[in-house]
């Protein structure tokens, strides 16, 4: 169900003259009390890179608490960064294509700035991806890494353009993934445990009341991917977008708008309690039917421990 079908079933559970702006904040809320339960997305993120000798590191701006995270792994061995292209200046124009992707694979571009930072400009990528001829268009960003979104087995060119030198030309490197099965897993600790034995990470508070991610053992060297597998909080529906829809199931939309007029029912300065209370017991059984479908789910389709070919 979209904005719009949900706001009209709100009014057809629970006539009200509320805008519609305050009934999709409720909506909102319902869908945080979802995302606590960890009903949200799963998602991986792999912004974040080792740095030798750190072990505290800031939460990428989609994960806000160790709770949303299941676990998360470590290369084993660095990106090849210059294995696509070697290093070379910058320009406008192709780049030479020193060798192709063992395996398919994102394509990361390195860029180090050399002096006066550039104007990047951006770099149009051609290659295949799943079978097809694919173009991505990569916005390159000084001193740092940036991912191709597809993954290529092929690459048939690369070019840059609109770039513009500074007072000595920046570098370029472009690379590929070390092999997907090549990480060491780590398993979130609720403990400040310093006899731990086990790769393990766990959740620091700074002075301000900040929150990072410690990784225990210590990374010894920089530059190894960190992928995180977390879940994602739902996003905020807007009144605005009344095209959107909720992030889960489909089947469960509704609880969403039975939740909305469970808000109406109580605000107010005569609290409507009998409906409000019937409406939370419908809101209450969803999320009942939410926990069991769950449960069915991991019954027939039993979470396993994933092979890898290092282990062999």
């Not at 990569?138 to 092929?154: C, D, F, G, K, Q």
């Not at 529906?237 to 959107?244: P, V, Y």
């Not at 979470?303 to 890898?308: G, H, I, S, T, V």
Request: negative net charge; proline residues 4%; charged residues 20%.
């Amino acid at each position: 169900m979209n904005v719009t079908a949900l706001l009209a079933l709100v009014l057809k559970l629970y006539p009200h003259s509320d805008t519609s702006a305050n009934v999709v904040t409720y909506m909102n809320m319902a869908q945080k009390d979802l995302s606590a339960e960890g009903f949200g997305l799963i998602a991986v993120d792999e912004t974040l890179e080792t740095i030798a000798n750190d072990d505290e590191y800031t939460y990428p701006s989609t994960i806000e608490d160790i709770s949303q995270i299941e676990y998360l792994e470590i290369e084993k061995d660095a990106d090849e960064i210059d294995y696509v292209v070697a290093s070379t200046n910058m320009k406008v124009g192709s780049y030479t294509i020193a060798n192709q992707p063992a395996s398919a694979s994102r394509i990361s571009f390195t860029v180090t700035t050399v002096a006066t930072a550039d104007t990047l400009g951006t770099i149009v990528l051609v290659g295949t991806s799943d079978g097809a001829t694919v173009t991505e268009t990569i916005t390159p960003l000084a001193n740092s890494r940036v991912w191709s979104t597809n993954v290529y087995t092929a690459i048939t060119s690369i070019t840059g353009s609109s770039w513009v030198t500074g007072s000595t030309a920046d570098t370029i490197k472009v690379g590929v993934q070390t092999d997907r099965y090549n990480y060491t897993k780590y398993e979130p600790s609720y403990k400040d445990d310093d006899t731990c034995y086990s790769n393990t990470f766990r959740q620091n508070y700074t002075s301000a009341g900040g929150k990072t991610m410690v990784l225990y053992p210590v990374p010894a060297t920089s530059g190894y991917n960190i992928r995180i597998r977390y879940h994602k909080y739902l996003t905020d529906l807007s009144a605005d977008s009344a095209s959107a829809s909720p992030e889960f199931d489909s089947r469960f939309h509704e609880m969403l708008a039975v939740y909305a007029a469970y808000m109406l029912a109580s605000v107010g300065a005569s609290p409507d309690t009998i409906q409000a209370d019937r409406f939370y017991q419908q809101y209450d059984n969803y999320l009942t039917a939410l926990w069991k479908d769950r449960m069915n789910k991991e019954r027939v389709y039993p979470r396993k421990p994933r092979d890898n070919k290092q282990w062999h």
